[in-house]
């Protein structure tokens, strides 16, 4: 059985950094993307980030200079570095693994930016 395990969340001040890491425990064949989403208390779920098999990555606007996606394909990891945080980054953030057949979803870590 599959299990996405997130990490790094946490408080951080305006201006700073966390960097975010989900793992994936199990075997998952033929990924085809791995994405970051969040969802901010009475808002939607909404993308992040995001990398696609073939290296090509998709940015929230909001985000883009500021955030960066990588992988680690032989630990089937995949990483959010976070600098320049505003509060509006304030969220629960969770990790997503896509396969032609299979969708996998983290439990979701909190970041919490303060002013």
């Known amino acids: 059985q599959v299990q996405l395990v997130e990490s790094g969340g946490g408080l951080a001040q305006a201006g700073g950094s966390l960097r975010l890491s989900c793992a994936a425990s199990?075997?998952?064949?033929?990924?085809?993307?791995m994405g970051w989403y969040r969802q901010a208390p009475g808002k939607q779920r909404e993308l992040v980030a995001r990398?696609?098999?073939?290296?090509?990555?998709i940015y929230k606007d909001s985000v883009k200079g500021r955030f960066t996606i990588s992988r680690d394909n032989a630990k089937n990891t995949v990483f959010l570095q976070m600098n320049s945080l505003k509060p509006d980054d304030t969220a629960a953030y969770y990790c997503?693994?896509?396969?032609?057949?299979?969708?996998?979803w983290g439990q979701g870590t909190q970041v919490t930016v303060s002013s």
């Open positions: 997503r693994i896509s396969t032609p057949r299979y969708e996998y």
């Open positions: 199990g075997s998952i064949f033929s990924i085809t993307a």
């Open positions: 990398i696609l098999s073939g290296g090509s990555t």
